[in-house]
């Protein structure tokens, strides 16, 4: 048995041809690219638009960590947690 034939706390990846891990490790992606990769990929079978939305606030973090950050950043930021039910 290998790690990629488990999986803890569901089995949303493990049906999967290509698991977010394997092919961001494969691919040499970073942090930000991954989560926001794992993010698209489960968000039908663990918590729907949520994930999506988290997917999107990691695609901003890699926006702030790559390029310059603007006033039209700040505001897509607000409407995402905003959309999520978070507080500012």
């Known amino acids: 048995m290998k790690a990629y034939d488990k999986q803890v706390g569901g089995g949303h990846y493990k049906k999967m041809k ?3 891990m394997q092919y961001s490790m494969a691919n040499e992606l970073d942090a930000c690219q991954h989560t926001a990769i794992k993010y698209i990929t489960r968000h039908w079978d663990k ?3 949520k994930d999506l939305y988290k997917s999107l606030h990691t695609v901003l973090l890699l926006i702030e960590e ?3 950050w603007t006033d ?4 897509i930021l ?3 947690m905003g959309a999520m039910g978070e507080e500012k």
């Not at 039209?72 to 505001?75: C, L, Q, V, Y």
């Open 47 to 49: 918590a729907g638009k």
């Open 18 to 20: 290509i698991q977010p």
């Open 72 to 75: 039209k950043d700040s505001a």
């Open 66 to 68: 790559k390029y310059a």
């Open 78 to 80: 607000e409407a995402v």
